[in-house]
């Protein structure tokens, strides 16, 4: 029987992290149970950064980007001391079991702290789209809208100036956020992990389109693939275009969250409580076909990822 439970975020933030914490708070409250918020992830923890949670702890957060909470690395929670200080943490504040706000690190800390006892329940707070066992993570969606917004901006001054705009998005080493918004933003050219990088291809794509007259070319990359200010010079010195690199960085990670996100972030909330409640611990939920589910965190990290051929397959037929 659960009478209490903490909800923390972890690793890199991500819009609709808040919207996941007043699910989770307004679902365990309506339930009976008493929440705590931790501060600045597995750190705060283990630092005893825990505060009591009512309603208005979570009122008017839904429209807001980032993570009331705070979020923070902790590399020590690799270790087993580390686990077992935070578990006597948690029992000295009388916490029966945690949901997770994270990526697949911070989902490793959860069943890490589940095989200790305390059951935990992961949810996807991340917006690189990388985590196996769901097909949407919370936060995707908003920074998807931001790159499309940035993307389409550049496309009206490329045009103008006989430019080729080379953009590095996020997505850590999963190609959803390049992919997506070089089908929405109509890229020429899209290069990730799994489309791998050829230069010399890339450099004839472009003396292709230069030749048939295009006015302007668009790339986006993700990141970790190459160095674009490099790439964006050699197309200014072997295409016809003039090679200008714009690196998105941190701005994808902020904003109001969109509908989507809040809506994916306050169904993944109420399960996780409904998990909590019927004595789940160390799964992470999901959306699978639009179905919330929920499958063991061991299961979801070992699960490869949705292929995206069909997407990469229309791409091509649509530049
Ligand atoms: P994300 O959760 O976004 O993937 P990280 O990989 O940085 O981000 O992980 C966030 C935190 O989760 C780490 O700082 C650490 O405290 C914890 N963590 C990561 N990997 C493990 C692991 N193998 N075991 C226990 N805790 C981990």
Same mark, same amino acid.
């Given at each position: 029987?659960?009478?209490?439970?903490?909800?923390?975020?972890?690793?890199?933030?991500?819009?609709?992290?808040?919207?996941?914490?007043?699910?989770?708070?307004?679902?365990?409250?309506?339930?009976?149970?008493?929440?705590?918020?931790?501060?600045? &992830?597995?750190? *705060?923890? $283990?630092? =005893?950064? /825990?505060?009591?949670? #009512?309603?208005?702890?979570?009122? %008017?957060?839904?429209?807001?980007?980032?993570?009331?909470?705070?979020?923070?690395?902790?590399?020590?929670?690799?270790?087993?001391?580390?686990?077992?200080?935070?578990?006597?943490?948690?029992?000295?504040?009388?916490?029966?079991?945690?949901?997770?706000?994270?990526?697949?690190?911070?989902?490793?800390?959860?069943?890490?702290?589940?095989?200790?006892?305390?059951?935990?329940? &992961?949810?996807? *707070?991340? $917006?690189? =789209?990388? /985590?196996?066992?769901? #097909?949407?993570?919370?936060?995707? %969606?908003?920074?998807?809208?931001?790159?499309?917004?940035?993307?389409?901006?550049?496309?009206?001054?490329?045009?103008?100036?006989?430019?080729?705009?080379?953009?590095?998005?996020?997505?850590?080493?999963?190609?959803?956020?390049?992919?997506?918004?070089?089908?929405?933003?109509?890229?020429?050219?899209?290069?990730?992990?799994?489309?791998?990088?050829?230069?010399?291809?890339?450099?004839?794509?472009?003396?292709?389109?230069?030749?048939?007259?295009?006015?302007?070319?668009?790339?986006?990359?993700?990141?970790?693939?190459?160095?674009?200010?490099?790439?964006?010079?050699?197309?200014?010195?072997?295409?016809?275009?003039?090679?200008?690199?714009?690196?998105?960085?941190?701005?994808?990670?902020?904003?109001?969250?969109?509908?989507?996100?809040?809506?994916?972030?306050?169904?993944?909330?109420?399960?996780?409580?409904?998990?909590?409640?019927?004595?789940?611990?160390?799964?992470?939920?999901?959306?699978?076909?639009?179905?919330?589910?929920?499958?063991?965190?061991?299961?979801?990290?070992?699960?490869?990822?949705?292929?995206?051929?069909?997407?990469?397959?229309?791409?091509?037929?649509?530049?």
């Amino acid at each position: 029987m659960i009478r209490k439970i903490g909800v923390l975020t972890s690793g890199g933030d991500s819009p609709g992290m808040n919207a996941a914490i007043r699910a989770v708070t307004k679902c365990a409250l309506g339930n009976g149970i008493e929440v705590m918020g931790i501060k600045d &992830g597995y750190r *705060g923890l $283990i630092e =005893n950064k /825990i505060v009591p949670f #009512d309603k208005s702890s979570v009122s %008017d957060i839904l429209s807001r980007g980032g993570t009331i909470l705070g979020s923070a690395r902790l590399p020590e929670f690799k270790e087993d001391a580390t686990v077992v200080k935070a578990c006597e943490i948690l029992r000295a504040n009388e916490i029966d079991a945690l949901v997770v706000i994270g990526g697949d690190g911070s989902y490793r800390g959860a069943k890490a702290l589940t095989d200790k006892g305390i059951n935990c329940i &992961g949810l996807p *707070g991340t $917006i690189d =789209n990388d /985590i196996s066992g769901t #097909d949407l993570t919370i936060g995707f %969606d908003t920074a998807l809208n931001t790159v499309v917004e940035c993307v389409d901006k550049l496309r009206d001054t490329s045009s103008s100036h006989h430019r080729c705009s080379l953009v590095e998005v996020m997505g850590n080493h999963c190609g959803d956020l390049a992919l997506y918004s070089g089908i929405s933003c109509g890229a020429e050219i899209v290069i990730t992990s799994e489309t791998g990088y050829d230069e010399e291809e890339i450099l004839d794509q472009l003396r292709y389109l230069d030749n048939l007259g295009k006015n302007h070319a668009i790339i986006v990359i993700s990141e970790k693939i190459c160095d674009v200010e490099g790439l964006a010079k050699k197309v200014s010195a072997s295409t016809g275009f003039s090679g200008r690199a714009t690196v998105l960085g941190h701005i994808q990670r902020g904003g109001s969250p969109t509908p989507n996100d809040r809506v994916l972030a306050s169904r993944m909330g109420e399960k996780a409580v409904d998990l909590l409640v019927s004595g789940i611990g160390g799964h992470c939920v999901g959306t699978l076909n639009n179905e919330i589910v929920s499958l063991p965190i061991n299961e979801a990290l070992a699960m490869p990822k949705t292929s995206r051929k069909g997407l990469y397959r229309l791409f091509e037929r649509l530049v």
